[in-house]
């Protein structure tokens, strides 16, 4: 029901609530950070970084609410054009993953948001707090702009009982999720299977090659971040050199 108002209301107005909770991020930025850092045990740094990257996407996503454009074509009437528009999908579903539990989300959400989607949001049982901080705080920025707050929920809960639920419900036609390549390969044949679109984005097995030529001071600092960067937990982690 949210949905069916939200993409009623104009981009630049949808583009509007996604920029004033971008502005509400900054204001929280230290205390959510810390709530990262207690959850998922990445330093305080890397935490602020994460919610930072939720305020750049804001930023990002309130350009494109004024750049939903579409084709004008010629048509073979005369007098007559043919005008391209896109419409929003619907409910998309999101799923996240502990290493990232919050900017994950943003990335997504902030994106449906502007196009007029609604998100039903599955973070990962490991980080639930972050989860329900943000949403809080979509919420009351969606009361002061007068959207329904119920363009973001939040669905906390396991895999098998959240997540498989979302996965085969027909009536979420996206689902992004963040995760495994296993999860990925399961996700990605039952939301197929009912010609439902996904978005993936799974775990990774990096490599680095040090040539006799590299300049060692800089590899040795890419080398160590890159495998011990939030606490090794990442998609693009280094695992052999």
Not at 79 to 85: D, G, P
Request: aromatic share 6%; hydrophobic share 45%.
């Amino acid at each position: 029901e949210a949905f069916l108002k939200w993409r009623l209301t104009p981009a630049p107005g949808r583009g509007e609530t996604v920029r004033q909770f971008g502005n509400a991020l900054r204001e929280v930025k230290s205390d959510l950070a810390k709530l990262v850092t207690v959850e998922t045990g990445k330093i305080l740094a890397e935490a602020e970084g994460e919610v930072q990257e939720m305020i750049d996407i804001c930023d990002f996503a309130v350009g494109l609410s004024r750049q939903l454009y579409g084709l004008t074509i010629a048509s073979e009437r005369p007098r007559h054009r043919l005008m391209e528009q896109w419409h929003p999908l619907g409910v998309v579903g999101v799923i996240t993953a502990f290493n990232f539990p919050v900017a994950g989300w943003s990335w997504n959400s902030a994106h449906a948001a502007v196009c007029g989607d609604a998100v039903v949001w599955k973070p990962s049982g490991k980080t639930p707090l972050s989860a329900i901080a943000v949403t809080r705080i979509a919420e009351e920025i969606c009361r002061q702009t007068g959207a329904d707050p119920a363009i973001f929920t939040l669905a906390v809960g396991g895999s098998e009982v959240i997540g498989q639920r979302m996965i085969e419900d027909s009536r979420i036609p996206l689902v992004s999720a963040t995760g495994s390549c296993a999860m990925g390969f399961d996700l990605a044949r039952k939301v197929h299977s009912r010609l439902g679109r996904t978005i993936l984005e799974l775990g990774g097995n990096n490599g680095v090659i040090v040539t006799p030529s590299a300049d060692l001071n800089l590899a040795i600092r890419a080398i160590f971040f890159g495998a011990i960067g939030t606490a090794g937990q990442r998609c693009t982690s280094t695992r052999r050199v």
